[in-house]
């Protein structure tokens, strides 16, 4: 893997030893961290064919973590979100196609149908179409406006509703409805999180983490509903400074949330139509192997759409992730160029809220063996989850280089002793 | 003028410069990175030109330093990327190591 940017002469001559097969054009549905990831890595490898990399959004690739944080709050410009300085995007001399939608893949003649009435041919086509924040179709959800987060445009329409004197109710204690809460409470707005689980972020965290970020969440002033449903939402009579709407979050238990902003942080609807209405092999995402190749030899998918093989999982999954975005854009590049893939991460996954930086290796399970070092009370430490005497994931908190000591055991599959772990006065790095 | 003089500027005991670790300084109004690789001392600037996280929290495996935020990585003797995400190299400063001491030339 190189970082380095070809010039568009290099690019048009093969690297030596780069393994460039016949494709002359390349098509990379969705212009996202994956499909941005993808167009350089074709080049970096090599390929001096056509690449045409089509978008919907009016913006060139970029990662989305910088959205609900420091784009949000207002710290950071849209642009500090890039992937690539303009310079180097014109550099890699790819056909950008933003603003434009894929309408169907016809497979048999080897082309995409696109919204401006064009047909666009493709040797390989990469679908890296990402997905969509999902809504909720709840009573009233027409009545009020409902925010989501997920696009540069989803940050700047919320952002002015994050300050002092208003009230944020955030619908969803998973990722994404955490760092927006902290971000509003951080611009000094009141909030509540309401989650219909038992714990936040249940579905990816064990109860301790969970316990750990309600401890955090409380501790910031932050109001956090759990195993709380909502039954849908209401436009109430006055706002906060008389113009303004004023919305309510109706609850299943027959109360009801005053509030100026409602946000809806209740996951991913995986972008696969396209996919599916193509014939291609789909369950909840586009199915892929471990080549990154769908059930069409000539189509690829990578980034949140794709479900993948994961041993680390022991099944295949979408992984949500900036990690996985990146990764899997470039290793479906350089299967699209005919290399050997072997695409299998182990999963990692971050998260920065209030100044707390949080990060996941692998996937913990409550079959694990738990070990604790340091103290959550102490704003840093690791658990560690193990099977038999060897870490098979790792949660931390404020603790990043201790982590990724823990990345190393978890990939050398190396036994260690649990007293030893547990221990700060033993280097992570004598393990 | 024609003559050039290197402004050397003491930086560190080189005793306090870690084997195979790195350890952050400000200096001149910079915040640098001092890499002590087999014997030798590096010096780059150490915020990461991808995320703005500092490379002295990073993890320093031979000559290259990964950052703690994304894990891309640079070598840390002339700055260059090495690993995704990063694509924007590092500047890196000229070394020399006299009376014990670590100099930088940061000009």
Redesign the interface.
């Known amino acids: 893997?190189?970082?380095?940017?070809p010039e568009v002469e290099a690019a048009a001559l093969p690297h030596e030893g780069a393994n460039v097969q016949p494709a002359h054009t390349i098509v990379i549905v969705g212009a996202g961290q994956a499909g941005g990831?993808a167009a350089q890595t074709l080049r970096s490898e090599g390929f001096a064919g056509q690449i045409v990399l089509i978008g919907d959004e009016a913006h060139s690739p970029h990662?989305r973590p910088p959205l609900s944080k420091a784009v949000l709050s207002g710290a950071a410009a849209p642009e500090s979100a890039r992937?690539?300085?303009p310079e180097?995007f014109d550099a890699l001399a790819v056909q950008w196609r933003p603003g434009v939608q894929v309408h169907r893949i016809d497979r048999a003649a080897k082309q995409v149908l696109l919204s401006d009435g064009t047909a666009q041919p493709y040797d390989k086509l990469i679908l890296c179409t990402g997905g969509r924040a999902r809504r909720l179709a709840l009573q009233g959800a027409d009545q009020v406006p409902l925010h989501t987060l997920r696009t540069i445009e989803d940050a700047q329409a919320l952002a002015p509703a994050l300050r002092p004197g208003r009230c944020v109710v955030v619908v969803g204690g998973g990722w994404i409805g955490l760092e927006v809460a902290a971000t509003a409470r951080q611009q000094g707005a009141e909030v509540v999180v309401v989650e219909t689980q038992s714990r936040l972020c249940e579905r990816t965290v064990p109860a301790e983490v969970s316990a750990y970020l309600l401890a955090l969440h409380r501790a910031q002033g932050v109001r956090v509903l759990l195993g709380a449903g909502v039954r849908g939402f209401a436009r109430a009579a006055g706002g906060a400074d008389g113009a303004d709407i004023r919305s309510e979050v109706l609850l299943a238990d027959g109360s009801a949330l005053a509030c100026d902003t409602i946000v809806l942080g209740v996951g991913l609807v995986p972008n696969d139509e396209l996919a599916r209405e193509a014939g291609l092999a789909c369950e909840g995402g586009v199915l892929v192997d471990a080549q990154c190749r769908t059930s069409d030899p000539h189509i690829l998918a990578a980034g949140d759409v794709a479900v993948a093989p994961n041993p680390w999982a022991g099944r295949s999954l979408r992984l949500e992730s900036?990690q996985n975005a990146?990764?899997q854009g470039?290793a479906a590049a350089r299967s699209a160029l005919g290399q050997a893939v072997d695409y299998q991460p182990l999963p990692w996954f971050w998260s920065d809220q209030y100044g707390m930086n949080l990060q996941i290796y692998g996937m913990p399970t409550p079959a694990h063996r738990v070990v604790q070092r340091g103290d959550p009370a102490s704003g840093s430490f690791v658990l560690f989850y193990l099977a038999g005497d060897v870490v098979q994931a790792a949660v931390g908190a404020n603790a990043?280089?201790d982590l990724?000591?823990a990345r190393r055991l978890i990939e050398q599959r190396k036994p260690v002793d649990a007293e030893r772990l547990a221990d700060l006065g033993t280097p992570m790095a004598k393990l | 003028m024609t003559t050039m003089t290197t402004n050397w500027i003491d930086a560190a005991a080189h005793g306090d410069v870690p084997q195979d670790d790195v350890i952050g300084l400000a200096m001149a109004g910079r915040d640098i990175a001092l890499y002590g690789v087999g014997g030798e001392v590096f010096a780059t600037d150490n915020i990461c030109t991808h995320g703005h996280a500092r490379l002295c929290?990073?993890?320093l495996e031979g000559h290259e330093i990964?950052c703690?935020?994304?894990?891309?990585k640079f070598d840390v003797r002339n700055g260059?990327?090495?690993?995704?995400?990063?694509?924007?190299p590092l500047r890196s400063y000229p070394v020399k190591i006299e009376g014990g001491r670590v100099w930088l030339a940061l000009d």
């Open positions: 893997m190189t970082a380095e940017r990831w990662e992937l690539m300085k180097a900036w990146q990764e470039m990043a280089r990724r000591f | 929290d990073g993890f990964e703690p935020l994304h894990q891309g260059k990327p090495t690993c995704a995400p990063v694509t924007e």
